[in-house]
């Protein structure tokens, strides 16, 4: 069985970077690491809104 896959779109909290402060991450499989990760690269990230992979619906927002 495949794993679920996720997508992401994240404000970091700088809006010089991406769109306006938002970046996109497609094929995500582990949201915890994901989160980590943001708090790495990230420091100053918001929030992130996370979508199935599939069918592009909403799943939930994460927070730091």
Do not use: C, Q
Not at 32 to 47: N, T
């Amino acid at each position: 069985m495949a794993n679920k896959m996720f997508n992401a779109i994240v404000n970091v909290g700088v809006a010089e970077l991406g769109n306006n402060g938002y970046v996109k991450y497609r094929k995500i499989s582990h949201l915890e690491r994901f989160k980590s990760f943001l708090g790495d690269k990230y420091p100053l990230w918001k929030f992130a809104t996370i979508y199935d992979h599939e069918t592009r619906d909403k799943i939930k927002v994460i927070v730091p």
